[in-house]
């Protein structure tokens, strides 16, 4: 699949966001006044600044509105409830914490379980795909789940959780991958049944329908990147990860909390790159490649 | 709404003959010719006359080699275009209502003035059915010639889609697969239609016809010997012109 940096600009960071409201709507940390204010601040320009930068790959951003009206089926319209609910309703816990120095606790709960429903009906759009093997599986939503709550954690200066969740979905990442690299071939779809030429011998494509490239192979048989996945998913590994637990675990100074945060952001969207760029969409099939 | 209808009253669709089809593309151009300046926004190109050419296409034709375990291989012409499947996964997955699958026959439709362009669509279809225009910004499919087979203002020959009325060699069928008595249907039964990719579980409504079985070419027995050369040495007026260049 095309790797669209607003697409993994938007799922790297409204993730992130998300998880940091999540966490705030716990009350972990419990802020009030000023530092709720920059926390809050933080949380707000990764998640709604996620979801403005989703809205750059569209062809007609203007007609947006319209994305709420089919929740019964879309989950890409659930996701847009979603993520509107948790911004309203942490923007009242916000609100009451920075010019109140008041905490709402029930409305924080259920602000923190609309951010997680955010990042699940995102991670959805992706797993509910049959024609992409690499992502039709439970295993994507709890690797979206894992990043975002260990992210959040991160943010929200939650070292103990991060020092849990981080290694937890470094984890499910590895996990993720593994399962991911045979997820095509398991599927059952290959050359013969995409032809169905399959019973009358070997199928190899011969010639593509046109001699120029067409928006289904830009978009969906793309292909650079592979080449150097190894070496990012060890970058992943170690930037997302392994440095920020490391970071966590020498005396604590905001200059190695933020180094922390950049690193881990870092490693996500290198991640999310893979995402992208090694997911095989099965109508490869039709042009031969996969 | 993009809810599936429970089950469609007709389901129109087309029967591909893939023995049959010899790989002209002239139901990619009939195809593009008709839908670029009727229902929706026009199928644009981009560079068409320079050094990269693309554009939008309905209809495409892939060429496939098939290699048996004995014998020659054989070339399989392959036009593909939306199955209008009674599972649309695109359908469902769109988050605006723009897509939507009729009741009455089973046409896939794209209300192209409530797409926003997220693509989403042609993800979630296996078929590489949907291609986005790069000028307009909505998803472009198949309409199965919506405009035409409904349209009283055409003779009445012209009532199926262009493709299905422009091939010259006859590959393409249009009809209704729910009705089994129809002629289209009775072609699937006779001829083993088949789906692409089953397995997917979209339950297409589009039916392709597998190549018939070839002539064992390569296996045939040579019905006589060879024939032995006629003449080693060239004799009269050219033997002697051979034996004069020869010495000199």
Known sequence: ?290 | MTSLPASAERKLGLVIDLDTCVGCHACVVACKGWNTEAYGAPLSDQDPYGADPSGTFLNRVHSYEVQPEDGAAQLVHFPKSCLHCEDAPCVTVCPTGASYKRAEDGIVLVDESACIGCGLCAWACPYGAREMDAAEGVMKKCTLCVDRIYNDNLPEQDRVPACVRTCPAGARHFGDLGDPESDVSRLVAARGGMDLMPEQGTRPVNQYLPPRPRDQLDQMEESAPRLDPVIEEPGGFLGWLDRALEKL
């Open chain 1, 1 to 290: 699949m095309h790797p669209a940096p607003s697409v993994i600009a938007f799922t790297t960071l409204s993730g992130i966001g998300f998880g940091l409201l999540a966490w705030l709507g716990l009350g972990l940390p419990p802020v009030t006044g000023g530092s709720a204010f920059a926390f809050f601040t933080i949380a707000y320009l990764l998640a709604a600044g996620g979801l403005v930068a989703s809205t750059f790959h569209l062809g007609h951003p203007e007609r947006a509105l319209l994305a709420f009206t089919q929740w019964r089926t879309s989950w890409l319209s659930r996701e847009a409830w979603a993520s509107v609910a948790a911004l309203l309703v942490m923007a009242v816990c916000g609100a009451g914490a920075v010019f109140f120095d008041t905490r709402i606790p029930a409305l924080g709960w259920i602000g923190s379980a609309l951010c997680i429903l955010t990042v699940w009906a995102t991670s959805m759009i992706y797993a509910q795909l049959a024609t992409v093997p690499r992502w039709n599986t439970p295993l994507t939503p709890v690797l979206f789940l894992s990043l975002a709550a260990a992210g959040g954690a991160l943010l929200a200066g939650q070292p103990d959780f991060a020092l849990v969740l981080l290694p937890l979905s470094g984890v499910v990442q590895v996990i993720w991958w593994v399962r991911g690299d045979r997820a095509l071939a398991d599927s059952g779809t290959d050359m013969a049944s995409a032809t169905g030429l399959g019973g009358t011998g070997r199928v190899r494509a011969f010639e593509p329908p046109h001699t120029g490239p067409n928006y289904l192979m830009r978009e969906m048989v793309f292909r650079i990147g592979r080449k150097h996945a190894l070496k990012l998913r060890t970058l992943a590994l170690l930037l997302g990860y392994v440095l920020p637990c490391l970071l966590l675990l020498i005396p604590f100074s905001h200059v190695f909390a933020a180094l922390a945060v950049g690193s881990h952001l870092g490693g996500v969207a290198a991640s999310r790159w893979l995402f992208f760029a090694e997911a095989e969409h099965v109508v490869g099939l039709y042009y031969g490649k996969n």
